[in-house]
RNA sequence: GGCGGCUUAGCCAAGUGGUAAGGCAGAGGUCUGCAAAACCUCUAUGCGGCGGUUCAAAUCCGCCAGCCGCCUCCA
């Protein structure tokens, strides 16, 4: 197997990829605070690790993958008063709409999902010893973690302590903190009726960055391969899970970072706070998974994606165009063996960088193989190869029905919209024939039409 | 204000020194009862602009313009 080369965002360059067990990867990815229904930016995300780790297993590795679910948070929190619901239903609501939105995209479960609560003894202890090492200090019942204790912060973004204390005008200032870049590993709670649980500092909840240097730390031990995130949380989220674990441990805590773009409405980048987002329930709605994922993945992994619909659109003809390839063919109906001519291309895009883009332009290439190959076996051959490396990609081309099922509500309620006003048209032809016997066949389906004024109606299902 | 990134055909998007992948859309044709699918052909002398380096630049350097992200929670 070639060497995989990846965009190192601490180095800012290529490095070849050399784990430091070179059998095994361990990765960990930022997952979502789970307060809403996710949106396709985190879509993205999730089909952004589901790919890599699917290839590292295809490259031979080993691979561990862990994504975290932040399940105690102020949005969380806030919710809970909302909907006046206990934080802790309220965060297993919507993880459990992540599962479902995950399952319908097809990612892969990763090796383990640590939620922040599981680990607050961890968390505990973690805190003690960075006070001890006077790497963080406590006021009140808050506990902050002093960066001006890290000689290295800002490693990650580029800049240094006094550059980044420049560009720190728009924060709001905190009297408590020694630094104004210092950030809590321990919030106290203002009130006794405030959620929160009982730490060594008394009532409180963790600060956000905490949990994932933890976490980490406790799976996978000092250092791991791979870290990857949104390019959003490189500052300040990922600069400080570094700076609180490398000053626990005296060693690099992550050896690469990897980062995916953001997705865009409109050039804006679509955040729950900017109130453009749309969820992955939505969008499911009127596009398949498969369509979602080649949106993606049509689209290098770091750099930023508009999202349209007509993007979408163009993303369900090329899968529709794949699938096409494969019709003739079902799980009880594989090919044996594949051409293996493309495998070699395919492999040299996915270790550069994961260039998924070019890898889906080889399936488009196999896929001219498989529409003018003449000789039965050896299109089959090259059916196998498409389908082994689609596969990889985690797209799913054969077997599509079950997708489509996904759309019915939507092509449902259009064929009924649509007989319903062929109707009219007959109504108003005064065929009356025409219009009873359409009427008629919707009864039978269980949808009632009923007629209104001026052409109007509106239809139901009827028991 | 500080730091980072982006600008390639109608649209999306690869390509980081050797003469522009792929998809979508579009045009013409073959096939077809008609469609669909498939196949064949066509669709950027040019990669934001201006300079420079080089035998050779979309690719390197400089300047300019436009756009975006992070610096507050964010995948």
Known sequence: ????????NLTKQKEILEPLDPTTINIYTCGPTVYDDSHIG???????????????????YKVHWARNITDIDDKILKKSIELGINPSKVARIYTYSFYEDMIRLGIDWPDYEPQATQYLPQMYSFIESLIKNKHAYTVDNDVYFSVSSFKEY???????????????????????????LDFALW?????????GFDSPWGKGRPGWHLEC???????FGPTLDIHGGGDDLIFPHHENEIAQSESLTGRPFAKYWLHNGMILVNEEKMAKSLGNFITIKEVLKSTTPNALRFFVLNTHYRMPL??????????QNGINRLQEALSDLSDNNLPESSTGNFAKEFTDAMCNDFNTPIALSILFNITDKINTEKNPKQKKAYQKELLNLSQTLGLNLINTQAEYAT?????????????????????????????????????????EVKDLTDNKYKWQFKA
């Open 306 to 315: 508009n999202y349209t619909s007509e993007a979408l659109v163009a993303a």
């Open 187 to 195: 919030k106290g709670v203002k009130s006794n009726n405030e959620y």
């Open 1 to 8: 197997m070639k060497k995989i080369t990846v965009f190192n």
């Open 407 to 447: 759309l019915k509500d939507k092509s449902f309620s259009s064929i009924i919209e649509m007989l319903i006003n062929w109707r009219i048209e007959c109504k108003n032809n005064k065929d009356y024939k025409s219009a009873d016997k359409i009427r008629d066949i919707l009864s039978k389906c269980n949808i």
């Open 154 to 180: 800002g490693k990650l973004k580029g800049q240094n302590i006094q550059e980044l204390e420049k560009g720190f005008g728009r924060i709001e200032p905190n009297e408590k903190k020694k630094n104004k």
């Open 42 to 60: 985190h879509a993205r995300s999730a089909l952004t690790w589901d790919v890599i780790t699917r290839f590292l297993r295809y490259a031979g």
């Open 213 to 219: 240097s933890t976490m980490n730390y406790s799976l």
